[in-house]
């Protein structure tokens, strides 16, 4: 599983870049010990205090882009600025306690060779420490602290990834002792991706198909599916019903590696937030903090792109809206997107308009198939 190893990192331009181990349980034990005795030995020391928890900086301006020389893949990685979780500043005090109980949770959970979603540790840690956790939210910054502090993925602290992904189309994928499953007669509804990455890492996988097409909505895979699109263009289809979750940016990483030759083509709206879901999956994200490289692939832009509107009836454009412009600004800032992918963003800010998928079946339902075939035929991706 694991795809970045640190031999690799000699091929990076930056060697002053933090990334997240991939470890055996006893290993992730070890450093939540290493931690819990580090952190006694300040305290029980002649001059005693409180030590704080440093933490690798994952906001945006600790952000750095890596390519490795011997790939097309160019990865989001964070770099070696500290911030801390203190419990001597007022405002830091139950963030610095939360760190703890998340690490204590996940000790247990590894013990006992167990594996939970972060959705199951926000109720568990809920019911013993409401004082603490009051949110989802506060969970999953605090799963990210801890990837931080002991610098190791969130699927070796034991915290398994809730997946929405699915797949369709020209492979056939078996997991250990089971039948292998078609996926071209999955219908629309898919074959349904696990969140369990070592049983994902153990599938076998064939395919004849020639492309991978990345489908940002639900509602397009579903037609794409049941329109049998694979069987015109050779393709597997893959979804995540939005910004992909870890365990379908794992599955496309895994087929990227076994099919090296099969193009990744993303299919997304044409306004910000498709344009943020496809440079995820191409880039990764500063949100996955230390694990932010891990799985990026190199995926083409099909569509929609600004050459495409001609295609689409001027009444089915719609404004921009607050959050497009949000995610605009946050995509010109950061230092990763290619010349041609600003363009596109410049004309959708120029024009303050956005296009979604759908706006094609003004051609006709069966018009998608068509377009794609033409696309790819083409080779009209960037």
């Known amino acids: 599983m694991d795809d970045l190893s640190k031999s690799d990192m000699k091929f990076f331009s930056d060697q002053q870049l933090c990334f997240a181990d991939i470890l055996l349980p006893h290993e992730v034990q070890a450093r939540i010990q290493v931690a819990v005795l580090n952190f006694l030995k300040i305290l029980s020391s002649p001059d005693p205090e409180i030590s704080d928890l440093p933490l690798i900086n994952r906001k945006l301006s600790n952000s750095r882009v890596s390519e490795g020389i011997l790939t097309d893949v160019s990865w989001i990685f964070l770099s070696h600025s500290f911030c801390s979780r203190s419990l001597m500043k007022a405002n830091a005090t139950k963030a610095f306690i939360r760190v703890w109980k998340v690490m204590e949770m996940c000790f247990e959970i ?105 489908v940002e909505k639900h509602a397009i895979f579903q037609r794409l599916a049941e329109d049998n699109v694979f069987n015109q263009i050779p393709s597997i289809l893959l979804t995540a019903k939005g910004y992909p979750d870890i365990a379908t940016r794992f599955l496309l990483h895994r087929m990227s590696r076994a099919f090296p030759d099969l193009p990744i083509l993303a299919l997304v709206d044409w306004n910000p937030a498709g344009l943020a879901i496809l440079s995820t999956y191409k880039f990764g994200s500063i949100g996955m903090g230390l694990e932010a490289y891990r799985y990026a692939c190199n995926v083409k832009w099909l569509g929609l792109r600004g050459d495409d509107l001609q295609l689409i009836p001027q009444q089915s454009l719609a404004p921009l809206k607050p959050r497009d412009l949000q995610i605009a600004r946050s995509l010109i800032s950061s230092t990763i997107l290619q010349d041609n992918y600003r363009q596109e963003l410049a004309v959708m800010m120029q024009s303050g308009q956005r296009a979604e998928i759908e706006a094609l079946y003004f051609n006709g339902y069966d018009y998608l198939v068509k377009y794609l075939a033409k696309k790819i035929v083409q080779a009209n991706y960037i």
């Open 110 to 214: 590894l013990i006992q060779d167990k594996r939970v979603t972060q959705r199951e540790l926000f109720y568990k840690l809920l019911c013993d420490s409401p004082h603490y956790f009051s949110s989802q939210l506060q969970v999953n910054r605090t799963i990210q602290d801890v990837v931080a502090l002991l610098r190791c993925s969130r699927y070796s602290l034991g915290i398994m990834a809730s997946s929405k992904g699915l797949v369709a189309g020209r492979i056939l994928l078996q997991e250990p002792n089971q039948e292998a499953v078609d996926c071209s007669a999955c219908g629309s509804s898919g074959y349904a991706i696990s969140g369990d990455l070592n049983l994902l890492e153990s599938l076998i996988m064939k395919t004849d198909a020639r492309y991978i097409v990345v």
